[in-house]
């Protein structure tokens, strides 16, 4: 198990689920953060680990808080015996 990629898959789905919420498609996306709408689709599908000014771009396009972007299940504890 690899938690980095698990994140980014959440994310990403989060990403999607947001914008597909506020009815905007990954061109909307593009034009909003100057982010590529192929790059989009990547950061959606978990293959793209987003730095802070990405994630900050995307809050802004999506119009939510930053830490709406990280509202989704997630087990931490099935990490931790892999880091002990």
């Known amino acids: 198990?690899?938690?980095s990629k698990d994140l980014q898959k959440h994310i990403g789905n989060k990403l999607t689920e947001i914008r597909i919420k506020n009815k905007?498609?990954?061109h909307d996306i593009e034009f909003l953060t100057g982010i590529?709408?192929?790059?989009?689709?990547?950061?959606e599908q978990g293959k793209r680990n987003l730095t802070i000014k990405t994630l900050?771009?995307?809050?802004?396009?999506?119009n939510v808080h930053p830490k709406d972007l990280f509202s989704f299940?997630?087990?931490?504890?099935?990490y931790k015996a892999e880091n002990e």
Request: negative net charge; glycine residues 4%; hydrophobic residues 40%.
């Open 1 to 3: 198990m690899d938690i």
């Open 56 to 62: 900050a771009k995307f809050a802004l396009a999506l």
């Open 73 to 78: 299940e997630f087990d931490i504890q099935k």
């Open 24 to 26: 905007q498609t990954q």
């Open 36 to 43: 590529d709408s192929g790059e989009v689709s990547k950061y």
